[in-house]
């Protein structure tokens, strides 16, 4: 069975860091694209960031040179690094896979991690 | 790539057909996808590729379209249909998503 179970959420004042983990079961990460989304409270939907197979990354404007996608093949996790966190940072974290390295759907998601970013 | 979603929300009674529209700012080819979100929950995906059905989703929900216009679907409406739904679009640099269209119970 796939599962996605996110950790490392938590409050955190402006200007601080945090890593968020992302660890997988009934399939492999490395040969996967791992892909984190967020949602603000009340808000929608906002992609952050995306890993491929091989190794190469893209960010969002929005947290490009602050935030930094990796993934550890031998824990089979995936993680997001956030520094610099800012409260509009705030928000549920998701991660979720793509269904396959051409589609456009995100098949497995993970229950999600709150950051709370406030002093 | 911005995507917009219309109406942003529908008021419907079960048993209705409900049509949800994402328009994208430029062409996404087949590249769409549709999610639903129930409060609390992660987003379940529910049509991937424009018209492609998820695994385990019901027949009542299609989709369809290309290029810059999509619509989503659902044949008749049941209560566990009650919830928001995302359209998102894949590119060569990311992924976006439109605001979600609310579907409500009239």
């Known amino acids: 069975e796939v599962q996605l179970v996110e950790s490392g959420g938590g409050l955190i004042q402006p200007g601080g860091s945090l890593r968020l983990s992302c660890a997988a079961s009934g399939f492999t990460v490395s040969t996967n694209y791992m892909i984190w989304v967020r949602q603000a409270p009340g808000k929608g939907l906002e992609w952050v960031s995306i890993?491929?197979?091989?190794?190469?990354?893209y960010y969002a404007d929005s947290v490009k040179g602050r935030f930094t996608i990796s993934k550890d093949s031998s824990k089979n996790t995936v993680y997001l690094q956030m520094n610099s966190l800012r409260a509009e940072d705030t928000a549920v974290y998701y991660c979720a896979r793509l269904y396959y390295y051409d589609s456009s759907g995100l098949d497995f998601w993970g229950q999600g991690t709150l950051v709370t970013v406030s002093s | 790539i911005v995507l917009t979603q219309s109406p942003a929300t529908l008021s419907l009674s079960p048993g209705e057909r409900a049509s949800l529209s994402c328009r994208a700012s430029q062409s996404v080819s087949s590249k769409l996808a549709w999610y639903q979100q129930k409060p609390g929950q992660s987003p379940r995906l529910l049509i991937y590729d424009a018209s492609n059905r998820a695994t385990g989703i019901p027949a009542r929900f299609s989709g369809s379209g290309s290029g810059t216009d999509f619509t989503l679907t659902i044949s008749s409406l049941e209560p566990e249909d009650f919830a928001v739904y995302y359209c998102q679009q894949r590119d060569n640099w990311g992924f976006t998503f439109g605001p979600g269209t609310k579907v409500d119970i009239k």
């Open positions: 890993i491929y197979s091989g190794g190469s990354t």
